[in-house]
């Protein structure tokens, strides 16, 4: 049976591995009839700044880990040139399961965006990971996981180098948000331009980590 929402699936737990486990068994839409399995979140509990994607991809899904692929690639170089180590970091997505198509053959699966129905019904889980992490900065990175956490309407291309807040209520905390595009659009975009949204991506991720900084000084 699929429900409407993964907050029944989502154990009252601040545990990660409790929560890793149980989303394996979430059925709170209807992605995971297709993917190869849920891909939570990765890195470290008390993780001061914490980055989210939108849903794991074709290698993601089969690794069982978040940004291990292309886009993760895209994403490691991003942090080594901001001077950031990932190590520390926390890392995950809105949506927990890959959605896709296959290609004409039937072979290649070509990634899908999440609807705006799959991205709501996937929020407990990543409202349980804020919970679970606390982090100082939050870094939304793409349309799909602004908008899971600041409203259907955000335009993130009119707000990066801000520094925001999710609305009041949908969280227990309150963590400096910082957006910046995906790191996946930077593969998808024009060649001759991708060293320029390169570069905006790295100082995203850098004026994230000033912002991180100063929230955890004495």
Same mark, same amino acid.
């Given at each position: 049976?699929?429900?409407?929402?993964?907050? %029944?699936?989502?154990?009252?737990?601040?545990?990660?591995?409790?929560?890793?486990?149980? $989303?394996?068994?979430?059925?709170?839409c #209807?992605?995971?009839?297709?993917?190869?399995?849920?891909v939570?979140?990765?890195?470290?509990?008390?993780?001061?700044? +914490?980055l989210? #994607?939108? =849903?794991?991809?074709?290698?993601? %899904?089969?690794?069982?880990r978040?940004?291990? #692929?292309?886009?993760?690639r895209?994403? %490691?170089?991003?942090?080594?040139?901001?001077q950031?180590?990932?190590?520390?970091l926390? *890392?995950?997505?809105?949506?927990?399961?890959f959605?896709?198509?296959?290609?004409?053959?039937?072979?290649?699966?070509?990634? =899908?965006?999440?609807?705006r129905?799959e991205? *709501?019904?996937?929020?407990?889980?990543?409202?349980?990971?804020l919970?679970?992490?606390?982090?100082? $900065?939050?870094v939304l +990175?793409?349309?799909?996981?602004?908008?899971?956490?600041l409203?259907?309407?955000?335009?993130?291309?009119?707000?990066?180098?801000?520094?925001?807040?999710?609305?009041?209520?949908?969280?227990?905390?309150?963590?400096?948000?910082?957006?910046? $595009?995906?790191?996946?659009?930077?593969?998808?975009?024009?060649?001759?331009?991708?060293?320029e949204?390169?570069?905006?991506?790295?100082?995203?991720?850098?004026?994230?980590? %000033?912002?991180a900084?100063?929230?955890?000084?004495?």
């Amino acid at each position: 049976m699929v429900h409407s929402t993964a907050a %029944d699936f989502v154990p009252a737990s601040h545990s990660l591995a409790t929560l890793a486990r149980a $989303v394996e068994g979430c059925r709170g839409c #209807g992605l995971y009839a297709d993917a190869d399995q849920a891909v939570f979140g990765s890195g470290s509990r008390s993780a001061a700044m +914490m980055l989210v #994607g939108e =849903q794991p991809g074709d290698q993601e %899904d089969r690794a069982g880990r978040p940004f291990v #692929g292309p886009a993760g690639r895209v994403l %490691d170089d991003a942090l080594h040139a901001a001077q950031i180590d990932r190590e520390p970091l926390y *890392v995950t997505n809105a949506v927990k399961h890959f959605k896709f198509t296959r290609d004409d053959r039937g072979k290649r699966r070509i990634h =899908q965006t999440p609807s705006r129905t799959e991205v *709501v019904a996937c929020r407990p889980w990543l409202i349980a990971e804020l919970t679970s992490v606390q982090p100082e $900065v939050l870094v939304l +990175m793409g349309a799909t996981a602004a908008k899971s956490l600041l409203g259907n309407d955000f335009r993130l291309t009119r707000h990066r180098g801000e520094v925001l807040h999710v609305p009041s209520g949908l969280l227990d905390s309150d963590p400096d948000v910082v957006v910046t $595009v995906h790191p996946s659009s930077i593969l998808r975009g024009p060649a001759d331009q991708r060293d320029e949204a390169f570069g905006g991506l790295v100082a995203d991720l850098r004026f994230a980590a %000033d912002v991180a900084a100063k929230s955890t000084q004495p």
